[in-house]
């Protein structure tokens, strides 16, 4: 089953200290390519780089720059898994150097609709 680990980090951290370094993270890639288990990942660049769209009901669009004013919580990157069951995502979840220093990585499954 495919899921996706959402990667938070705290939102009072120092951008230049999420609690690991980029050696944690290359290391985290590699066990994760090496399990077999990647399906895709990415991480995002800077929230100031964001923009918002939102369609009104009668269509017109708002762009906003910058990320929804609502949010609280930030989206560093992401990687989907493809494992047996929550059980295992949660344990990759762990390992994920994202989930320290105060972050923390969400677990969601990936829905499957069905083709056609």
Known sequence: MKYMLLIH????????????????WMAFDKAVHEAGIFVSGESLQDIVTATTVRVGQTGERTITDGPFAETRELL???YVIDVPNLDVA????????????GGGVEVRPVADYPQG
């Open 9 to 24: 980090p705290a939102p009072d951290a120092d951008p230049n200290d999420f609690g690991c370094t980029p050696a944690d």
């Open 76 to 78: 560093g990157g992401y």
């Open 90 to 101: 949660l344990d990759w979840a762990a390992r994920c150097p994202g989930s320290r220093g």
